[in-house]
């Protein structure tokens, strides 16, 4: 009996010598950025742990700690992998848009997997002064990739790759005043009155840009006068004795206020005819005020 019980003993012993009481799991979590545009797998000797994007968009698995884990990123046709984020723990190790990144599991972890399109479209406008024109550069080749306005298209567009630059420059020939409109990519130029506005694409985008100078014209139908006054206080219309057509230019996004005038034993009857930034004077309000924003006229009408 005391021969089993040393026998029992010993073999306790040995299990105990092969079992590492000290191991630990810890957990992995991949996110992925853009449903359906690409698969991350992750794979820990020949055994899949994690396989996110076909489906769920965060994935998540427990490992043993120590374990060597390949994270795989695949995009889906039409897209492209555009770089690893948010690491936490041992996904520290994955950085860039090298789509394959090897780990040793010591800690929870958890990482973010980027997916573009691989082409992304871009568009420019002109508003204001309709002759202003803006060329696109491609900031890595020089090649032209917009040509808009100056007699051609007043909206132009095209296809980039993710990743593009693209410079745009407006023409010299007319009074460039201020980028605006601007959204995805092109939106850090809005409000900027530097002529040069660089974009990256990193999604689709589109900017407007505005040019000076922008003509004012008041016609004047029976007996009144109308003044025409900017926000200082200047005057650049002053126009009456009916019939008369009185013709000015001012700078983009100048603000004008429109004052009619009615000669004695005379009314003001209505404005009409507004057209470009003068359309919200239609009807009978005075005075008028408004932002110039293109080519405007209006007919004021007295009796």
């Known amino acids: ?11 306790l012993f040995f299990v105990a010598l092969g079992h590492d009481a000290t191991a630990v799991n810890f957990t992995i979590t991949v996110n992925v950025k853009g449903s359906g545009k690409g698969v991350v797998t992750g794979t820990a000797g020949a055994s899949t742990i994690i396989n996110c994007g076909a489906g769920a968009n965060t994935c998540s698995n427990s490992v043993l700690s120590g374990s060597q884990i390949a994270l795989t990123a695949t995009s889906q046709p039409g897209f492209l992998f555009s770089g690893w984020s948010d690491q936490v723990g041992s996904t520290t190790a994955c950085t860039g848009t090298t789509r394959v990144c090897n780990i040793t599991l010591n800690a929870n972890s958890a990482i973010t997997a980027s997916f573009e399109p691989s082409s992304l479209s871009f ?3 002109i508003g204001g002064n309709q002759n202003g024109q803006v060329i696109g550069l491609h900031g890595q080749s020089g090649a032209t990739v917009i040509n808009c306005g100056k007699g051609g298209p007043g909206i132009c567009s095209t296809t980039q790759p993710y990743g593009a630059q693209i410079n745009l420059v407006p023409s010299t020939g007319t009074a460039f005043a201020v980028w605006s409109n ?17 974009v990256v694409l990193n999604q689709n985008s589109s900017i407007r840009a505005n040019f000076s100078p922008l003509s004012i014209t008041v016609t004047v139908g029976g007996p009144g006068n ?3 006054t900017l926000r200082t206080g200047s005057t650049i219309i002053n126009c009456g ?14 603000n004008v206020t429109l004052t009619p005038t009615a000669a004695a034993r005379a009314s003001f009857v209505a404005w009409g005819n507004g057209t470009g930034s ?6 009978k309000n005075t005075p008028c005020t408004f932002t110039v924003n293109a080519d405007s006229s209006v007919s004021a009408q007295f009796k």
């Open 1 to 11: 009996m005391n021969r089993m019980i040393v026998v029992c003993l010993l073999l």
């Open 123 to 125: 568009s420019v406008s």
């Open 182 to 198: 601007g959204i995805g990519s092109a939106s850090i130029c809005n409000g900027k009155t530097d002529i040069h506005c660089n």
């Open 226 to 228: 109308v003044s025409s």
């Open 241 to 254: 004795n009916g019939g008369s057509q009185c013709t000015n230019t001012v700078t983009f996004n100048s």
């Open 278 to 283: 003068t359309s919200v004077c239609n009807g």
